[in-house]
């Protein structure tokens, strides 16, 4: 019985040489640990789902460092560009500050039917 304590007293303290039977039977038992723990303990460590700004405003920068906003076509009353590049600016202006708008276009479904406007803008 001295004999088996000793052993565990030697897994625990890791009192045993590379190369030998009980090192490898150390390592094997944290390698069954760690890829077969995660299938059998929750440790809540998915990630935080990404959920968009709520006024549904994506923003992205482009290479040449302009800002490039995604905003939600719910969010624009359709009329002439004048109309809409107020809105889009009414929109943007509180997230970034003063910026202007560059260009903007009109982002479609399969169907023709505006899901939302993406707006190139530079801060002033």
Known sequence: MNAIWRTIRGYILWQYERGTLHYDIMVTLIL???????????FNDKPIA???HPT????????EGRLVYQVAANAIVPGDE???RDQL?????PISG??????????????GKVQSYKVLAQRE
Do not use: G, H, M, Q
């Not at 069954?32 to 929750?42: E, K, Y």
């Not at 600016?89 to 202006?93: D, F, K, Y």
């Not at 003063?98 to 169907?111: G, H, L, N, R």
């Open 32 to 42: 069954i640990f760690i890829l077969f723990s995660p299938r059998v303990i929750n």
């Open 50 to 52: 990404r959920n968009p």
């Open 56 to 63: 549904d405003v994506v923003v992205t920068a482009d290479a």
């Open 82 to 84: 004048n109309s809409v």
């Open 89 to 93: 600016l009414r929109i943007i202006e």
């Open 98 to 111: 003063a910026v202007s708008i560059v260009s903007y276009e009109t982002v479609s479904d399969s169907k």
